[in-house]
Each structure stands twice: as C-alpha cells, then as structure tokens.
C-alpha cells in the first residue's frame, strides 16, 4: 500500500484554513440569530374593518358593483333612518299656531322604549341628535350633519300576494283580511277639523291617549278647580304629553265647560279614543290659548 505524505508545512497549511472556515461559519450563525434576537417586532399592515355591511350592501359595494350616485348617497341615510327608528319612536306633533312654519313646533318621542320628551325645534333627542323640523305629517331629526325623516304615521304592513298551487283556503282568506285592515280606516276617515286647525292640532297616537287615560289617579294633582275652570299644576309627564305648561288654565272642550277632573276624562280623552277630535279653550300666561287635539285620522295625508 502506498502512503500518502504531505509535506508538514502544507498539512498546517490546511489545518489553517479548515479552521478559518469553521470560525466564519460560527460567525455567520452567530450574528444570524443575535440579530434575530435584537431585531423590532414586525408591526402588521393595518387592515381595514368595514363593519357596516348593511350600508355596502344598499350600496351595491359589497355584492362588486355600483349604483347609480343618487341611489349610493340615499343608502347611507336609509341604514342611519333604520338605526334611529329602532331607537326613537315618533308619538306626536304639534305645529306652531299659523301651522305656516315648518320649522317651528313641538313632537313627542319614546327613547329606547323608555324615556318620553316633548322637544321643541332644535331641542336635542340625545347627544348629536336633534330635532330639527316638525311637518305635517311627522318631523325631521338631524344626526351627525345628516337629516332623517321619521313619519308619524307608520307603514301599513305588505298584503301577501297568492302564491300559485296554494291551498284555496289560504289564498281565499287574504281579500276577507285586506277588507278588516281597510274598514277602520274607512270609519276614521272623518276629520272634522278645518285645515287651519289641523295644521296645529296636536296628533297623538292611540298608545298615548291610553296611557294618559290610565294615569286618571294622578289628576287631582294635574287640574286644579279654579272659578274659571281648570288651573294646570305640578304637569310632569302627563301633563307634557298633552302639550300643558303649569299655570295653563283650561276652560272649555267643544264649547262644554271643564270643571274637575273627571269633566277632562269625559270631554277630552274619551273623545279622542273614539278618534275624535277635540278643540280645548283657555290661557297662557294671560292670553287667550287653544289646544287642538286629534288622531291619526287628522294626520296629513
């Protein structure tokens, strides 16, 4: 077998050389993973959360087209309108006397099924929401720069159409329906106030002449008999959700004399939960005063 020999000064030549290379190697690995410890946390990209999906989707955005621009800029005030009306439910107006100004006059609202203000224009309904107009048929409210209208009257519900090969008796039940939703609308249809009275009638819903009518306990406290009929105190909520000041003095109700609390119940609210409309004379801080109050069947059309 024949050896191999290397010279001594090549063989330490090597020996060198395999050294520095196992130190740069050390080296590399070593400055790898110092920096590794020693660099800044990666900050992630900023990602964009649209969370109003129901206003992309009236847009047309989320579906991957575009609407026309005046569907686009109405879609955002119609997701706003549907968030104030699950909040804030319309109960009634009263328009200023003339009922010429759209600006002026006062409105009733239940906030978040509890709290119920009588505003007057530019009074807020909670903070950044304000009322801004009342109309004849239900007001304007501003949030965050951008008008909502919010009706008094409500939407009447979708009639179901017939659906073709459904069972006769379903399809024959929905006219007999349609005519029961109509009738009472038909009966109601007798304003017997004159434009210039309803333009400043005060309009309450059905919900709210029964919720005065069942404060009836608390009215001695309300209406004072005084010689010239009735002396308005201590209004509070009652009172307010009629439209009266504390001093007022209510005299008459279609030209009959109020004398006593009971005379309010007779002459006033039970009219009106007939649907009837009802005219209250008196004063307001010396000045001859009338309350005009009526129901839906008096709302604009």
């Given at each position: 077998m024949i050896a191999l020999r290397i010279p001594a000064a090549l063989a330490r030549v090597l020996a060198a050389l395999m050294l520095l290379c196992a130190l740069a190697v050390f080296a590399w690995v070593?400055?790898?993973?110092?920096?590794?410890a020693a660099e800044p946390a990666a900050v992630p990209a900023a990602v964009r959360e649209d969370t109003d999906w129901s206003g992309r989707i009236l847009s047309g955005s989320?579906?991957?087209?575009?609407?026309t621009e005046a569907a686009a800029a109405a879609a955002p005030q119609a997701v706003a309108a549907a968030a104030i009306e699950g909040r804030?439910?319309?109960?009634?107006?009263?328009?200023?006397?003339?009922?010429?100004?759209?600006s002026g006059g006062q409105a009733l609202f239940r906030v978040d099924g509890r709290r119920v203000l009588w505003l007057r224009v530019g009074e807020d309904l909670d903070p950044g929401i304000t009322l801004a107009a009342v109309d004849a048929d239900g007001v304007r409210i501003t949030r965050e720069g951008r008008e909502i209208r919010l009706p008094l009257r409500e939407?009447?519900?979708?009639?179901?159409?017939?659906?073709?090969?459904?069972?006769?008796?379903?399809?024959?039940?929905?006219?007999?329906?349609?005519?029961?939703?109509?009738?009472?609308?038909?009966?109601?249809?007798?304003?017997?106030?004159?434009?210039?009275q309803r333009a400043r009638a005060y309009i309450l819903r059905p919900e709210i002449v029964d919720g005065v009518m069942r404060e009836k306990s608390g009215w001695a406290d309300l209406f004072k008999p005084a010689a010239e009929g009735l002396v308005v105190q201590n209004p509070g909520g009652t009172g307010a959700m009629l439209g009266l000041y504390g001093n007022d003095v209510l005299t008459r109700a279609d030209g009959?004399?109020?004398?006593?609390?009971?005379?309010?119940?007779?002459?006033?609210?039970?009219?009106?939960?007939?649907?009837?409309?009802?005219?209250?004379?008196?004063?307001?801080?010396?000045?001859?005063?009338?309350?005009i109050y009526a129901g839906m069947n008096c709302l604009a059309r």
């Open positions: 070593a400055a790898y993973w110092i920096w590794r989320a579906l991957g087209f575009v609407r804030i439910r319309l109960l009634g107006i009263a328009r200023e006397a003339g009922g010429k100004r759209k939407r009447a519900p979708a009639v179901p159409r017939a659906v073709p090969g459904a069972p006769v008796a379903s399809v024959a039940k929905a006219p007999a329906t349609a005519a029961v939703a109509r009738a009472p609308a038909t009966a109601a249809d007798a304003c017997k106030l004159a434009p210039e009959a004399q109020l004398s006593g609390p009971d005379d309010v119940l007779r002459l006033v609210m039970q009219p009106l939960a007939r649907n009837e409309s009802v005219v209250v004379t008196g004063a307001r801080g010396g000045q001859p005063r009338e309350w």
